[in-house]
């Protein structure tokens, strides 16, 4: 068996082990704002419910590992104490997935994971609408348990209101565990869908993702392209040429004869399968080669 020392075992490795071992991990999409009045949307992972009476959330973003920086949540907290937790389903997990790419701060993640923001009843950062239960909180108070890489901050949220999307609910009017369809994080780029298991989500890439809100108005308000779909779009660093697109489309028959006819449900629906392929680029480059 191998056994490891805490003391002894860097901090990196530690976390791997940790986040390895517990799960699958609820996870806290936390919408916040700056002093500026800027959102800030990320997802956290240590995170769960504490209590009912009065309701209570906790969740930690951690200090980053490379250099022990502050997560943008956790600087937004300290200045305005409100957050709102956001369930994530798997309707919407390739979009919370891209939400966690390190932009630079002041960068509104809701549009570049093309989530939409929904104001709050009771507090001042914005709701995701796409979510199916929405919390709105109060930060009862911030317990800083270290100032070095991996330390966490345990953010102790109070539940002022509670939203939560009817379609969900079973005859009883409680939240039906499979219509709500939630998903948890586990170790390395693993999640798992609560009624169905585990599936893999890559981490969003080293460098920043174009975002969703770079993707075309077209293609963004396609009806055939879920949330996921754009997410996986949006997640890429740099698009291909039109030139590259419209090589890589005169190769196939069947690609070529939708482009001609410019038949835009058809061509959204071959990306579709595509990205369900997990060959991004090859989407994009059928995408492209419509314009």
Partial sequence: MLSIDSK???????????????????????????????????????????????PILVFSPVRRGKDGSLKHTFLNLKV??????????????????????????????????GLTMQP?????????????????????EIIELGDEGGAGNLVICEILKTHIKEEILDEDG???????????????????????????????????GIGVDAIPKEIRESSILTGNDLGKLGNIEELPTIEEARSYVSEDDLFTEIIAAREKEAIHKQAQLLLNEERVIEAWKLLLANY
Avoid: H
């Fill in 120 to 140: 709050s009843d009771l507090v001042k950062p914005f709701r995701v609408a796409e979510s199916p239960v929405q919390f709105e909180c109060k930060v009862n």
């Fill in 80 to 113: 305005i104490e409100e957050c709102v937790i956001n369930i994530v389903d798997y309707k919407m997990v390739q979009q919370m997935s891209l939400s966690s790419t390190d932009y630079a701060e002041g960068v509104n993640e809701f549009e570049k994971s």
């Fill in 8 to 54: 002894e075992s860097p901090s990196g490795a530690l976390y791997r082990y940790l986040s390895g071992a517990v799960g699958p991990r609820p996870i806290a999409f936390a919408s916040t704002l700056d002093a500026e009045g800027r959102p800030n949307l990320a997802p956290f992972s240590f995170f769960n419910v504490f209590s009912a009476n009065p």
């Fill in 174 to 208: 409680y939240i039906d565990q499979v219509k709500i369809d939630q998903v948890a994080r586990m170790g390395g780029n693993w999640y798992t869908r609560a009624k169905d298991g585990m599936f893999e989500v890559p981490k969003p890439i080293a460098n920043l």
